[in-house]
T-cell receptor
Framework: NAGVTQTPKFQVLKTGQSMTLQCAQD?????MSWYRQDPGMGLRLIHY???????DQGEVPNGYNVSRSTTEDFPLRLLSAAPSQTSVYFC????????????FGAGTRLSVL | KNQVEQSPQSLIILEGKNCTLQ??????????LRWYKQDTGRGPVSLTI?????NTKSNGRYTATLDADTKQSSLHITASQLSDSASYIC????????????FGTGTRLKVLA
């Protein structure tokens, strides 16, 4: 039981490049979400999914895309990277929303030059 | 505006000492309040979850309190250890249709030998 696995751990991109951050969980959780963590700020929600085939925008969705074709996987796509997207990205999963424990991955540290 | 404020921003204590971290919130309607521990370079890990009717919850040497009337919570760490060095994040969940997670910016704790 690996929990929530994020890859890669580190990534450097040039402005305008695209990439996909991977997130997988093996706990059969319905709810998955992506956050970004920036210095001096709380975690901010980018996108979330309440189940396979269902996604919705969070607080800061611009410049990011998601899809959820399986319960296990929830990739985050950066369409055209910008320096403002330099951040640490966390994927989280839980059985449901609100009352359930959230489990976080170890994070992906992304730098956009 | 829904906000979660934590104090102090950072704290240094000696191993074996106790400490208390504060969380004030202006979130409504209230669903539950959580404390997370985040080690450097890792994702947050859930310590406690408290609903409106719970005013104390313990997890080992960690004890969280909640005063829903004054909208304040605290996390008390007893007999600190070097491994307690981490950031501690307070999160308040609100629901008015959909759940929303409001994250504080955290308190960075350093425990010295």
């Amino acid at each position: 039981n690996a929990g929530v696995t994020q890859t890669p751990k580190f990534q450097v991109l040039k402005t305008g490049q695209s990439m996909t951050l991977q997130c997988a969980q093996d706990m059969n959780h319905e709810y998955m979400s992506w956050y970004r963590q920036d210095p001096g700020m709380g975690l901010r929600l980018i996108h979330y999914s309440v189940g396979a085939g269902i996604t919705d925008q969070g607080e800061v969705p611009n410049g990011y895309n998601v899809s959820r074709s399986t319960t296990e996987d929830f990739p985050l796509r950066l369409l055209s990277a910008a320096p403002s997207q330099t951040s640490v990205y966390f994927c989280a999963s839980s059985l449901g929303q609100g009352r359930y424990i959230q489990y976080f991955g170890a994070g992906t540290r992304l730098s956009v030059l | 505006k829904n906000q979660v404020e934590q104090s102090p921003q950072s704290l240094i204590i000696l191993e074996g000492k106790n400490c208390t971290l504060q969380c004030n919130y202006t979130v409504s309607p209230f669903s539950n309040l959580r404390w997370y521990k985040q080690d450097t370079g890792r994702g947050p890990v859930s310590l406690t979850i408290m609903t409106f009717s719970e005013n104390t919850k313990s997890n080992g040497r960690y004890t969280a309190t909640l005063d829903a009337d004054t909208k304040q919570s605290s996390l008390h760490i007893t007999a600190s250890q070097l491994s307690d060095s981490a950031s501690y994040i307070c999160v308040v969940i609100t629901t008015s249709g959909t759940y929303k997670y409001i994250f504080g910016t955290g308190t960075r704790l350093k425990v010295l030998a």
